[in-house]
Structures are given as structure tokens and as C-alpha cells.
């Protein structure tokens, strides 16, 4: 067997407004996806729940649950059953009105890795989340896998390349970007999925890695969620993807082509940290 090779599944469905009908279906292909070969599976962005930032109420923060509570639980009971990597993003319920979009990352032995918790929080027209979510505090963790080294960025994280960066130089392999990700009020007549895909894999040649973003599908209240799930390759190629329907995209990765891409182009070689202090600013100019 070449240790090399690991297979990815991406599960993009459309959400309902039962929230169990909507684990079970998820719980369904997961397996589905490991009977397959898959041994990293991701999940979208709330994968059980329909986008609820799309309005600001109160009502939202019932969909929170604590990283102890039974759904947790049960999935990594499932990782362990099906020897599976498993990346499941849910509401989490830290304390009394503390709450943050997380991903809980279950190892093939159902062991919780950890939490990677969203650092970037978004607001504007139906993508209200900073009423709901406490900007993340776990930083960029990466997580040894049995099948490799992953990294996680959610949704809005996913546009920022230090966000990137900074898990590459952590040693990830893998990039997983769960997302919910749609259609723009403002502008009905403009789609973002070509830039969308663009930044994303443009992570994989900057890095030299592997992404995997996940979205969901369908149309939700005023929202309609694109899809577009797909693999890249650390030259940016896309590998695989979905379109705007409900499915599995499975895709079986080789990780000798990171050292490929990083022999070809030296950007981890010729970075020069010590003169990037502007960054740290708000303002460079000042």
C-alpha cells in the first residue's frame, strides 16, 4: 500500500429544515463515502442546520451545542466504526452566550483531535455572523492524522492566505475548507464561484499543498448555495468538482506531488519573514 496516496470525499448536500433528517442523510453518505475508499471525510459548513446567519434573532442561538453533547459523540463513534478521518463543523456552545463556528476533527480510532474554531468573522447583507459567533481562539491548528496532516479553515477563513500560510507552515498537507457559501443580495446578478475557486486553489501553488473545499447546495429562504465542492492539486489544477447538485466527490490524492511543487517553485525556501512586520499592522501606511 502506498502511504502516499490518501482518498478524500467532500459530502455537498442541501439542507432542510429538519435538523435530524439532515444529520441522518449526512450520516448516510458518509458511509457511503467510506465504502467507497474515502478515508478524509468533509462536511460542509453547519452541516445539519440550514444557514440560520442569514437573519439577526435570538432564535439562532439554539442551534449551538456543546463539543460534549450526544451528535458529537455519535460521530466520532461513527469515524471509529468506519476507520475513517472525519471533519464535522458544527454551532459550538462554549459557555452562556459565548458561541463559535467550529470543526471537530475525529481521528480513524473516533479519538476528537481537537476544535479548529473560525478566526475570520464576516458580516454583511444575510451573512450576519458576527451576531452569533465570538471570533475563533485555537489560532491555525493542524491535526496528525492517521492519514496524513490536515489543516482547517471555515468559510470566510478560506479567502485569507495567511490563514494558509500559516497552516502549511505548520506542516499540513491537506487544506479543508468547509463552506456556506451562496448568492450576494446586493448584487442577485453576480456569482462568486469562479473567484471563489480561484483563491482557494491559488492557496495550493502559493503552499505547495492540497486543498479541499466543501459547500452545501439549494436554495435556502432568500439564499441560493452554489456548490462548486472541489480537490486541487499544490499547482492549483483542479482535480475534481461538483456542481450545483447533491453529492459525493471522492478524489484520491498523491502527497509526492507536494514535494514536486515545492522543488519547482521555492516559496517556502526564499519567504523573508523579517521584513514582513507591515503585516501586522491595520494600516501599513502608518
Same mark, same amino acid.
Given at each position: *500500500? ?10 455537498? =448536500? ?22 467507497? @475508499? ?24 439554539? #442551534? ?17 466504526? =468506519? ?63 492517521? #492519514? ?55 492557496? @495550493? ?24 465542492? #472541489?480537490?486541487?492539486?499544490?499547482? @492549483? ?6 456542481? *450545483? ?14 514535494? #514536486? ?18 503585516? =501586522? ?6
Amino acid at each position: *500500500m502506498n502511504e502516499e496516496l490518501v482518498t478524500i470525499a467532500l459530502i455537498q =448536500l442541501a439542507c432542510g429544515t429538519d435538523i435530524a433528517e439532515n444529520r441522518n442523510r449526512t450520516i448516510k453518505q458518509v458511509e457511503e463515502a467510506a465504502g467507497r @475508499g474515502a478515508q478524509i471525510i468533509c462536511l460542509q459548513e453547519f452541516y445539519a442546520a440550514r444557514y440560520f446567519p442569514q437573519r439577526v434573532s435570538p432564535d439562532g442561538y439554539a #442551534f449551538a451545542e456543546l463539543a460534549e453533547d450526544d451528535n458529537l459523540k455519535r460521530l466520532g463513534g461513527l469515524a471509529a466504526r =468506519l476507520g475513517i478521518v472525519l471533519i464535522a463543523p458544527f454551532y459550538e456552545k462554549e459557555g452562556r452566550g459565548i458561541y463559535y463556528n467550529s470543526a471537530a476533527v475525529f481521528d480513524a480510532d473516533g479519538t476528537l483531535l481537537g476544535i479548529t474554531r473560525k478566526n475570520h468573522i464576516p458580516d454583511g447583507p444575510q451573512y450576519h455572523e458576527k451576531y452569533y459567533f465570538v471570533p475563533g481562539n485555537t489560532g491555525y491548528p493542524v491535526y496528525r492524522t492517521r #492519514f496524513g496532516i490536515i489543516g482547517i479553515g471555515i468559510c470566510w477563513d478560506e479567502w485569507f492566505p495567511e490563514t494558509a500560510r500559516i497552516l502549511t507552515l505548520q506542516g499540513a498537507e491537506i487544506l479543508f475548507f468547509p463552506s456556506a457559501i451562496g448568492s450576494e443580495p446586493d448584487y442577485p446578478e453576480l456569482s462568486t464561484r469562479r473567484a471563489w475557486e480561484k483563491a482557494i486553489s491559488a492557496h @495550493g501553488i502559493y503552499n505547495g499543498v492540497f486543498a479541499a473545499a466543501v459547500n452545501r447546495v439549494g436554495q435556502e429562504d432568500g439564499m441560493t448555495f452554489y456548490g462548486g465542492s #472541489f480537490v486541487s492539486n499544490p499547482m @492549483g489544477e483542479i482535480l475534481q468538482s461538483l456542481d *450545483m447538485e447533491e453529492g459525493i466527490l471522492l478524489q484520491t490524492v498523491d502527497l509526492k506531488e507536494i514535494d #514536486f511543487a515545492r522543488h519547482l517553485l521555492h516559496f517556502l525556501r526564499d519567504r523573508r519573514p523579517e521584513t514582513y512586520a507591515p503585516l =501586522l499592522k491595520r494600516d501599513a501606511r502608518a
